[in-house]
């Protein structure tokens, strides 16, 4: 897929490289000569104009697209102008970066409809894994439900799938584990990282280290870490 990301900032340049990691080819537009020249290497294609100069905007192959990103984050006006030009363009489909609620008022107004939050989405998540003591990582589903990393406590090390008894014991789903590996940097160091083992087989003996990716209430998650 093709994608146009507007902003290189933190977010746009950390969407960038995540798309291009992905596989998929990324016009990156900015206007600080600096920050292009830092991306031209690492990102498909690197445009240095201003988003909000209609004459340039038109310049961009918008139409073969099959999305725009509007990274802006530190010029809500600039952010608004971009996303009004790319409106009266055509652009099929247009994802805004909201960092204000008057923002996304103005945003809904010209009928746009899908918006990203990043500094509230890392704000939610980052009080997800601080609610429960032990927690890696955490992902609100809805309100009702939760999908938690989570070290396997003292109690199961050496314990089986089988032996945990989640759905039983704690109306819990084990999603998978990821397992603790040691590898080599390029620079020779050891390395130490976290694999996903994919489908879990009922007889995997958990080990000091593993972490353990499960599916459940909150309620649910809280009992089976505190035992």
Do not use: W
């Not at 988003?51 to 990274?71: C, F, M, Y």
């Not at 009004?84 to 247009?94: D, H, N, P, S, Y």
């Not at 397992?179 to 083992?197: A, I, P, W, Y």
Request: aromatic fraction near 6%; include cysteine; glycine fraction near 6%.
């Amino acid at each position: 897929m093709k994608f146009i990301v507007f902003g290189l900032g933190t977010f746009g340049g950390s969407l960038s490289h995540q798309l291009v990691a992905l596989g998929h080819e990324v016009i990156a537009v900015d206007q600080r000569l600096e920050v292009v020249d830092k991306y031209k290497h690492t990102i498909t294609q690197v445009i240095a104009l201003d988003s909000t100069n209609k004459e340039a905007v038109e310049q961009l192959p918008l139409r073969d697209v099959d999305a725009a990103i509007i990274g802006i984050g530190e010029n809500e006006g600039a952010n608004v102008m971009t996303a009004a030009l790319l409106k009266q363009i055509g652009v099929r489909r247009i994802i805004c970066r909201v960092i204000s609620p008057l923002q996304k008022i103005v945003l809904e107004a010209m009928n746009m409809h899908e918006f990203v939050h990043p500094e509230a989405t890392a704000a939610e998540r980052l009080a997800l894994k601080l609610d429960l003591p032990g927690v890696i990582d955490s992902f609100q589903i809805n309100p009702d439900y939760r999908l938690l990393e989570v070290a396997v406590p003292q109690r199961y090390i050496n314990r089986t799938i089988t032996e945990l008894d989640l759905a039983k014991k704690y109306c819990l789903v084990l999603v998978t584990i990821l397992k603790r590996t040691q590898n080599k940097t390029l620079f020779g160091h050891d390395k130490s990282e976290l694999k996903v083992v994919g489908i879990v087989p009922a007889d995997t003996k958990l080990q000091v280290g593993d972490v353990l990716l499960l599916f459940g209430a909150p309620s649910d998650l809280e009992k089976f870490i505190e035992g």
